[in-house]
């Protein structure tokens, strides 16, 4: 199960990644900008979270029809 989460964490991991880092650069522009990136930074959050639980339930879902 722990193997299943962090496989499925691995990509969304790398999107965030990607995200901070321009996040980081748009900051360093704009102070104004701070506010609308912390509520994108919130809901890349959110949506990371809801993509790595459906995979897994999906995962689960194939190990359950296998067995």
Do not use: D, K, Y
Not at 41 to 59: D, G, I, K, L, M
Request: net charge negative; charged share 20%; glycine share 0%.
């Amino acid at each position: 199960m722990t193997a299943v989460a962090a496989e499925a964490a691995e990509a969304p991991a790398a999107v965030v990644t990607a995200v901070v880092v321009v996040v980081e650069e748009v900051v360093v522009v704009e102070e104004v900008v701070v506010v609308e990136v912390s509520v994108i930074a919130v809901v890349v959050e959110v949506v990371v979270e809801v993509v790595v639980v459906a995979v897994v339930e999906v995962r689960l879902v194939e190990v359950v029809v296998v067995v």
